[in-house]
Structure formats: structure tokens, C-alpha cells
């Protein structure tokens, strides 16, 4: 019987040895979402520590325009996913990198590329609901914006970095949390800003109609102030706003910098502990 005893908790204890190395495939992985029938490629990252003992904070990093494709790991070469490379160590949560296609923007039908990944590594990796931040750079900072006006409840902090709130280029203004399409508002007053001098815009009152939508969420923007791409205005009104709502809302402005701002971004420290000290607050608990 002792013998018996023995020799059944030995595979007890083999069999969960094993599960726990299968369970430990970590780095940059492949993963796949579904879209209109069609399979699009992202990464995830997992710590190389990762334990499913313990519930890991998780990071939704959108990409800029340049990474745009169909290879699924573009996404993770410029930003986020270069400063973990660098250093590993300062970003220990399970973070997910979103690819769009080719010539494609954020909007509602290629929202489910990020959101649809998001739910999908919640279900696959133990993981922390209640600290999942969002952030992106250039492109994905307007999508950052965007997600969040859509889903304030999902994130507990947000990170905007050289982001557009729309209104140059193509990229269509955003509009309020709980709409499907985009906002005709602000096209209203001021010229001297946009692209196209057809359009007049009222840059305060497209911030504010944004601060309004995302005023639950602890936000930390950045923007460099020699911006040619997307002009620093852009985040000093909308912390401006921010500021007018009452939100908790941080705002780095780096000098004598362009458009990429995002290597100071993920490479402050100030930053990244704030951001992993932020967990969903009943301001911002889920209603979905």
C-alpha cells in the first residue's frame, strides 16, 4: 500500500512538472485573431519568468503606420517592443501587440484586431483584469485614444504617445465613448491647424469631447515638441481638457524632439511605475 501511495503522487508530481514546462513557452509568440472569416497574425509577449501561479498585468501596445502588414511582428520592432528587448526586466507583464493590415486605420471594423486579441490572452494566460493598460505611438496613440473612448471600462491606464485625435491626413475625428462612428462637432471654428483647408476645426472642443469620454482613466501623454507629424498642440489640448474634467492625467513633453517620442516614452522609469502602480478603479469598473 505504502509503495502504491508512493508511486502515485511520484506521477502526480511528474505529470504537474510537465504541465507547468509545457506552460512556459515565453518570449515573442505567434498568435492569430479571426476577422471577417480571415486570419490575422499578432504577437504576444510573455515574460521569461511567467508562472500561471500568479495573475500577470497585461499591456495593449498599437503600433505606428510604418508597421502596418500582414506579418505579425512588425508591430513589436519600434516602441514597446524594442525597450523590452532592451530591457526585459522593467516590463514584467504579458503584453499584446495588434497588427493592422496594410493601408488600414483604427476604426470600429478592425477594433476586433485589438480587442478580440486582448480576450483572447486574458482566456490563455493568467493574467490580472483589473491591470490592463493601453498605449500606442503615432497611429496607434490615436487608436489608444480610440479604444478608450469605446471601452473606458477594459483599461486602467492609459498612454497616448505623439498621438492624433484625428482631423489630419485621413484620419477622421473621434467621438464620444459609447458612439460607432466618428464626430462632425468640432469641424467648426479653427483653420489654421488642419490638413486640408477646406475643413475648419475646433481643436478645444474635439480635446474636450475626448477628456469627456476617457475622464475615468488615469492617462499619461507624450509628445515630442518638434513634432512635424502630428503637432505637440494635439496633447497639450487634450491635457488641457483632461485637466478641466478633473482626471488624473500626467503629460511629458520632451524638448528638441521630433516625431519619435516613443524612445523616451518606454524608456522612462517615472512612467513605468506609475503605470503598473494603476489597477481599475469603480470610476472605470467594467460594464460590459
Known sequence: MGRSLFML???LAVACSLKD???QETGFLDRTVLLD???HAYQVY???NYSSRQDWPVIVFLHGAGERGLDGMSSTHVGLGRAIRFSPEKWPAIVVFPQLPPEENWHPGTEPLAMDALDQTLDEFATDKDRVYLTGLSMGGYGSLFLATRHPNRFAALAPVCPSIGGYYDYPLLLA???TTFSESAVAIDTTNSTDSTTTIDWALASSVIAE???GLPV???HGDKDLVFPVHISRDLNEALQAQGAEVYYSEYPETGHNSWDNA????DFITWLFNKRRTLKSSPVE
Do not use: C, G, N
Request: aromatic letters at 8%; hydrophobic letters at 45%; proline letters at 4%.
Open 220 to 222: 499619461w501623454l507624450h
Open 46 to 48: 510573455v515574460p521569461r
Open 266 to 269: 518606454y524608456t522612462s522609469d
Open 177 to 179: 465613448a459609447d458612439s
Open 213 to 215: 469620454a476617457i475622464s
Open 9 to 11: 503522487l511520484l506521477m
Open 21 to 23: 514546462s509545457l506552460a
Open 37 to 39: 472569416d480571415s486570419e
